[in-house]
């Protein structure tokens, strides 16, 4: 079985531009996540879904984030206007026993 | 603010050892405990989950729970090069038969390394 996808894996931007960061969930899997990880603060929740609705949005940092499901299939992570902060690993992860998640390869933003 | 805490290392052990990997946490409602590997560059790897009191085996590795004192360790037998990486402790209090927060706190990790 094909594991999370992600793309793209590495992305370099200007200040200002929007990104947008994609997410394949596993076949099955109704519980999606989206992390951020950084030297400083580790990993850190942004947002999760559940059967395609959001849940629980709390660790998104400001209103330049947003994340969209629209299907169980897909996933979206978007900011916009990006900020050199948001240089990170953004990682993309899904579940089907609740607690036990898979991780996808990441993708690693540059903001300049 | 529910933190977990491991210490950053790096844990250095010579082949063949025993690695010791430790973990404490500060919600005392937390009842599901997961221990992820990641090497550099690459993205978390669960390798161990545990949600009792007491230790849980799988192959080279154990995984050990006190709720009392809330700590939960992993420990690496017979330890190979090949487990040089970041181990990151990661837990949540929604339990694993219900419950309505499915959030997992991460620590930071700790860098194990294993030498030749």
């Known amino acids: 079985d094909a594991g999370v996808i992600q793309s793209p894996r590495h992305e370099v931007t200007e200040m200002g531009q929007e990104v947008t960061l994609r997410c394949k969930p596993i076949?099955?899997?109704?519980?999606l996540f989206w992390y951020r990880q950084t030297m400083m603060r580790g990993l850190e929740l942004l947002i999760y879904?559940?059967?395609?609705?959001?849940?629980?949005d709390s660790g998104m940092p400001e209103d330049r984030f947003s994340a969209k499901m629209p299907n169980a299939s897909f996933s979206t992570l978007k900011i916009q206007p990006s900020e050199p902060r948001d240089s990170a690993v953004y990682f993309c992860a899904s579940s089907r026993y609740k607690l036990e998640q898979y991780f996808g390869p990441g993708t690693r933003l540059t903001v300049t | 603010q529910k933190e977990v805490e491991q210490n950053s290392g790096p844990l250095s052990v010579p082949e063949g050892a025993i690695a010791s990997l430790n973990c404490t946490y500060s919600d005392r409602g937390s009842q599901s405990f997961f221990w992820y590997r990641q090497y550099s560059g690459k993205s978390p790897e669960l390798i161990m989950f545990?949600?009792?009191?007491g230790d849980k085996e799988d192959g080279r590795f154990t995984a050990q729970l006190n709720k009392a004192s809330q700590y939960v360790s992993l420990l690496i037998r017979d330890s190979q090069p090949s487990d040089s990486a970041t181990y990151l402790c990661a837990v949540n209090n929604a339990g694993n038969s219900g419950g309505s927060n499915y959030k997992l706190t991460f620590g930071k990790g700790t860098l194990l390394t294993v030498n030749p």
């Open positions: 879904f559940n059967n395609n609705v959001p849940i629980d």
């Open positions: 545990i949600y009792s009191n």
């Open positions: 076949s099955g899997h109704d519980y």
